[in-house]
Structures are given as C-alpha cells and as structure tokens.
C-alpha cells in the first residue's frame, strides 16, 4: 500500500542551526510534493510545492529537495528560530489524485 | 483577502447524533477539500468538491458525506456518530481542481461523547 513516513520524533536543534526534516514514501508515484507547517489547535498553512521534474526549490530560508529515484524529499530550514517550532507535514498527489499527507515532524527550536 | 472559516469551532455531540460543519473558501476559490485530523491516524482525506460536484473521495464509510454551494462554500455531514469520529475536521480550498496549493482553515473541534 502507498505509504508515507516522516520521521515521528521531535527533532530538537539549536537556534541558528539548519534543520532538515525527511519525508519518504513508498509504492506511489507522486507528480508533485508540498510542505506545510502546523502549529497546534491549527489548520496547516501552505509552504513550498516542487514537482517531480524538479530537483530543488527555494523560498527566503526554505529549501526542499525532490528525488524520485530515492524516493525522498528533504525539506531544510537554515538559520532556524524559535519561531519556527512546529509540526512540519509533507503531502504527495498525482494528477487529479487525492493529497495524501504524512504523520509530520515536530520540530523544536531552542534559543 | 479572507482566509477559510470554518464554523462551529468546537462541537461537543453524542453518539448517535448527526452533525452538519460548515467551510467558507477564500473568495475566488472553487474548490473546496475536507481532511479529517486525528493522532492516530494524521490528516486523512475526506472528499473534494469542485463546481458543487464531488471528484474526490477517501476511504471513509458512507456516513460522512458533504456538499458544495454554488457559491463554492461547502457543508459536510456525519450522521450516526461514533466515538472515533472525534476528531480536528479540516476545510481547504484551493483555486481549481486538481489539489494544488491549499489553503486550510482553523479547524472544527469535534467531540463524541
């Protein structure tokens, strides 16, 4: 069956630092992949798409890289803040297919 | 611009109930998609509605059902309640089908008891 695993332990990094959350997924064959974050009692908020012709995407402190081969995206966050604690989700679809979405991570950013 | 509204915020109902939830998309979106969030289980799809037609559906028994305004808001029922259909139900609209960015709003708390 179609399977998405993000990592589902907190990650915890110092602020300042790059932070790098894993989304891998199984027998699918997404034609685009989408980051969100939520923060709790939330609804997610949109982040970064990359589709699967695309390698890299960047937005100000946000990168997400897209390899079918792995079948892994990475999703980083350099020069982290404390504001930036939260539950990170990716999602995967297929053309005209449902958004499937994963666990999430958690991620903590200590001063 | 407006983001997604969702209403009631918080439901507290009994099993055996039924209970009707209500999204209002951003303006200019036609298309309206429901998730159902628990802690078990994540964000699950619920259905997706585009031009008050239903294109999508996720594996959910026939008690959950929803539709679609023509003025692209959309209601979502659950009728007969079970304890497990506590849960974070979620509204998103995105501009067009096809479940590209989506724009997700605060939520409706719901409680079985």
């Known amino acids: 069956s179609q399977k998405i695993e993000q990592n589902s332990e907190a990650l915890n990094i110092q602020e300042g630092k790059t932070a790098t959350l894993t989304c891998n997924y199984t027998?699918?064959?997404?034609?685009?992949l989408q980051w969100y974050r939520q923060d709790p009692g939330r609804g997610p908020v949109f982040l970064l798409l990359?589709?699967?012709?695309?390698k890299e995407k960047r937005k100000e402190r946000l990168k997400v890289t897209f390899d079918t081969t792995l079948k892994q995206s990475l999703f980083h966050i350099t020069a982290s803040q404390p504001a930036d604690s939260a539950t990170y989700l990716c999602?995967?679809?297929?053309?005209?297919?449902?958004?499937?979405f994963g666990t999430g991570t958690r991620l903590q950013v200590f001063p | 611009k407006a983001g997604v509204t969702q209403t009631p915020r918080y439901l507290i109902k009994t099993r055996g109930q039924q209970v009707t939830l209500s999204c209002s998309p951003i303006?200019?979106?036609?298309?309206v998609s429901w998730y159902q969030q628990t802690p078990g289980q994540g964000l699950q799809f619920l259905f997706e509605y585009f031009s008050e037609t239903q294109r999508n559906k996720g594996n959910f028994p026939g008690r959950f059902s929803g539709r679609q305004f023509s003025n692209s808001r959309s209601e979502m029922n659950v009728s007969t309640l079970e304890l497990g259909d506590s849960a974070l139900y979620l509204c998103?609209?995105?501009?067009?089908?096809?479940?590209?960015?989506?724009?997700f709003g605060p939520g409706t708390r719901l409680t079985v008891t």
């Open positions: 027998n699918y064959s997404p034609a685009y």
């Open positions: 990359i589709r699967e012709n695309e």
């Open positions: 303006s200019g979106h036609r298309s």
């Open positions: 998103a609209s995105s501009l067009g089908f096809r479940s590209y960015e989506q724009y």
């Open positions: 999602a995967l679809v297929r053309d005209t297919d449902k958004l499937i």
